[in-house]
Every structure is written in structure tokens, then in C-alpha cells.
């Protein structure tokens, strides 16, 4: 009798975690719009330009370059930055003059001192296919203290915005135990070296890095909501005080299955668009998310 109550519990188990499974896969690829061009399979940043056309960046290892993108998700043309190169780019910004910044800072090892932001005029005013960048160069003072000892390694970096003509960092969490937390920083937004100046930090979760890990910010049009954007998860944060967006209200929405989610981007303030790269036949793909139609969970900081 004992033996039969098991398997009708693992039964059960079984059949509630299918259904969960199958609702978190219908939750996000309801809102999936367009699957990207195969150019586009590392995408890492997105944006809409002034005149509403979104662009695409590559991860690392890819070609410096600027993909606009179409409404089938087809590669429509293609900027070059000459004075570039690729060598880790994992998101992209713009200002409120539409000048865009492609962020060349991932750092997964720890072993890069230096760090890089191209900064470029606005894609619609780039006639000629290619675009030669501001150059903006940034460190952290604790970069360079030794040893990285495991517990400090929080300096990988996959997120960024601009606000009020500065650019503020949110890094990717790789400290070891792993405690969660995203780290803000900021910096100037024109050609300078600068020491990155720290701001803040904001626990996502402590669950798995893979599904803590901030890869893409987003700043809203009217610069009043700030987004995060991990694996499973989108966090909203309004009303904060002075650049410390943290000291705000939080809220979280939850996007459904774990896929490798690396972008994010506002197409106006209630219209929230998420790109992930292609992993193992998964993903690549753009998902549209109206605000306004989402469970908002507020959140304790």
C-alpha cells in the first residue's frame, strides 16, 4: 500500500511539473514576435533608433558591427565601426540625442584592466555603411587589487544605460559562493579615461548564477523606468533618488522559461523588447512584452 501511495505522489509530481513546464514555455513564446536573421545568432544588444528601426549587436568574437533589423527579423543592412573591434560586446544604449553606445566590457576572466565603450552618431544620420566611434575607456579602482580572490570577482559586466549624460554599469555576478548581488557604477559619456565610480548594489537572487546573472538595462523613453533583465525575470525600478536607481520601488516580472535572454530595450514606455541568443537550436528570437498586461510582483529591497 505504501509502495502504490509513492508512485500516485511521484504520478502527481510528474504531472504538475509538466504543467508548470508547459505554461512557463507558453508564458514567454506568447510573446515572441519575430525569430533573427542566423547573422544574429550571438545577439547581445538591441535598440530602436529615432526613427522607431531596431538595431542588433553580436556577442564577442563576432565583426564590429551594427545590424538594423527588420520586422521579419531579417538583416536589412549592416555598420561598420572602423575604429572598433569586437572583442567581448555584450549590450547597447543611447542617449537622448540618439547617439548609440556599443559596450565592449564583457570580462568573464577578470582579466581585463581597461574596458571600452564606442560611442557613434545616430545610426539615422550613417549614410555610408560605416561609422567612426568616440572611444570611451574606463577601469575600477579594485580591478587592480590582488589577489581576485574568488568572493571579489564581480567585475564582468553585460549591462548599461545612460542618464543624464552619464553611463551607469550593472555588473554580472561571478563571485564565488555566489551572493547574488548586481553592482552600479558610473562613469562620463564622452572620450575620456575614466575610474568607474561606485554607486550601489541590488540582490537579484541567490538560486543559480545562470538565473541571477543581469545581461542587458534598459532605460525607458521617458527616462522614469530603469529594467533589468537576468534569465528568467525582468526587474522594473521606479521613483529612486537622485542616479541611485536601487533606491526606488522594485517590481519583477516574470518571463518564463530559462533561455539564454541577453537583451533588452524599450520600444516606448509601456512596450518592453527581449532578444536571446541561440543555444543549442534555442532562442534567437525577439519577444514583445506590454507592460501594462504583466502580473507586476513588487519586491522587498
Given at each position: ?71 521579419q ?22 542617449n ?18 581597461w574596458?571600452?565603450i ?33 568572493e ?30 548586481t553592482?552600479l557604477?558610473?562613469i ?21 548564477e545562470k ?12 527616462r ?16 529612486w ?37 541561440e ?23
Open positions: 500500500m505504501l509502495k502504490k501511495s509513492f508512485v500516485f505522489i511521484s504520478a502527481v509530481s510528474v504531472v504538475v511539473l509538466g504543467a508548470i513546464a508547459s505554461y512557463l514555455i507558453y508564458h514567454l513564446y506568447q510573446h515572441k514576435f519575430v525569430t533573427l536573421d542566423p547573422q544574429l545568432r550571438e545577439v547581445s544588444g538591441i535598440e530602436f533608433d529615432k526613427h522607431g528601426r531596431l538595431w542588433a549587436i553580436n556577442d564577442g568574437g563576432n565583426g564590429p558591427y551594427l545590424y538594423q533589423v527588420d520586422d527579423g531579417q538583416v536589412k543592412q549592416r555598420i561598420e565601426v572602423t575604429n572598433a573591434k569586437n572583442i567581448d560586446w555584450e549590450d547597447m544604449t543611447q537622448e540625442f540618439g547617439h548609440f553606445f556599443l559596450g565592449d566590457f564583457g570580462n568573464n576572466k577578470h582579466d581585463r584592466r574596458l571600452t564606442y560611442k557613434i552618431e545616430n545610426p539615422i544620420d550613417i549614410k555610408s555603411g560605416k561609422a567612426f566611434a568616440e572611444i570611451i575607456k574606463f577601469t575600477y579602482k579594485e580591478l587592480w587589487e590582488e589577489p581576485m580572490t574568488p571579489r570577482q564581480n567585475f564582468d559586466l553585460e549591462a548599461f544605460v545612460e542618464y543624464k549624460h552619464k553611463l551607469y554599469l550593472f555588473t554580472k555576478n561571478r563571485t564565488r559562493p555566489f551572493d547574488g548581488k553592482n557604477y558610473r562620463g559619456n564622452h572620450a575620456d579615461n575614466y575610474e568607474a565610480e561606485f554607486i550601489g548594489s541590488f540582490k537579484t537572487c541567490t538560486t543559480a538565473l541571477c546573472w543581469v545581461t542587458s538595462a534598459a532605460m525607458s523613453p521617458d522614469t523606468t530603469l529594467a533589468l533583465l537576468d534569465s528568467t525575470d525582468l526587474w522594473l525600478f521606479k521613483n533618488q537622485g542616479d541611485n536607481f536601487f533606491s526606488g520601488e522594485v517590481q519583477k516580472v516574470n518571463l518564463g522559461i530559462v533561455t539564454q535572454k541577453e537583451a533588452v530595450t524599450f520600444y516606448d514606455n509601456n512596450t518592453v523588447v527581449i532578444a536571446d541568443e543555444f543549442q537550436g534555442i532562442g534567437r528570437n525577439i519577444y514583445v512584452f506590454k507592460l501594462d498586461e504583466q502580473q507586476l510582483e513588487p519586491m522587498d529591497k
